[in-house]
């Protein structure tokens, strides 16, 4: 299996020298250094310099994820931008800082950038987070009418808010508009078990048995991106059977 590996990547290798009119040493090198000769010509030819800096950025994200935040921190005391202050605000949300991405959402809603959809959308995500469930119903009506809101993450979150303010008519109504064939899975499995909670069990068991039925005719790319959620709505069903 290495072997016909190896085979296979010098084949791409030499195809790429010779479509993209490299230099013809490098097939020798290919040839008869075939590990050593492939990543070097992978790394020298393939990979762009900016693929090579995201992945080394993801791999220092991921062992010192603060180191993110402090970078963040310093390009925005070097430049207070719109740009920076958002992109720290990001940082801090992903990190469940959810004070601090508050309070820099809340700084860069100003002068042209005052009616921003993506900051009042992530705005009222970090408000949900933190349990502001008043806040996250004025940062929603800021944005009700904007055609983004509809079926976005922030209006998801907006129809779990009204459900915790017992305006159960209100949320159902919001969580409805995501469900739609072949899509929003996760959110349509969460009206599921809304409408469970509700007492309305044979709307919910028809709801799965549609997420069930389009699981059978979906294709396997699809089918594999949401193994993990068929697993759960079909023990779901089952438990309503």
């Known amino acids: 299996m290495y072997y016909y590996a190896i085979i296979a990547l010098q084949g791409f290798c030499v195809y790429h020298c010779?479509?993209?009119?490299?230099?013809?040493?490098?097939?020798?090198a290919i040839i008869f250094l075939p590990v050593i000769g492939c990543i070097l010509y992978l790394f020298t030819n393939v990979f762009q310099k900016r693929d090579i800096e995201k992945v080394q950025e993801s791999l220092v994200t991921a062992i010192n994820p603060s180191k993110k935040i402090t970078d963040l921190e310093k390009k925005l005391?070097?430049?207070?931008?719109f740009e920076n202050r958002v992109a720290l605000a990001d940082a801090y949300l992903e990190e469940g800082l959810y004070p601090e991405a508050i309070s820099h959402y809340e700084s860069s809603l100003k002068d042209v950038f005052s009616k921003d959809f993506y900051v009042i959308s992530k705005l009222l995500e970090a408000q949900y987070h933190n349990s502001n469930q008043e806040e996250v119903v004025v940062c929603a009506e800021k944005i009700l009418d904007n055609p983004k809101f509809r079926k976005s993450k922030a209006s998801f979150?907006?129809?779990?808010?009204?459900?915790?303010?017992?305006?159960?008519?209100?949320?159902?109504?919001?969580?409805r508009t995501f469900d739609a064939p072949y899509s929003n899975f996760s959110e349509r499995?969460?009206?599921a078990r809304f409408l469970q909670r509700q007492?309305?069990?044979e709307d919910a068991k028809e709801l799965y048995k549609e997420m069930v039925s389009e699981f059978e005719n979906m294709s396997k790319p699809n089918f594999r991106q949401n193994r993990h959620l068929?697993?759960?709505i079909r023990e779901e069903l089952q438990a309503l059977q």
Do not use: H, P
């Open 18 to 28: 010779y479509t993209n009119r490299n230099n013809y040493y490098w097939i020798f």
């Open 77 to 81: 005391k070097f430049s207070e931008t």
């Open 157 to 175: 979150l907006y129809a779990l808010t009204l459900e915790k303010m017992g305006k159960i008519q209100a949320a159902e109504e919001v969580l």
């Open 189 to 191: 499995l969460e009206l």
């Open 199 to 201: 007492g309305k069990l």
């Open 230 to 232: 068929i697993k759960i």
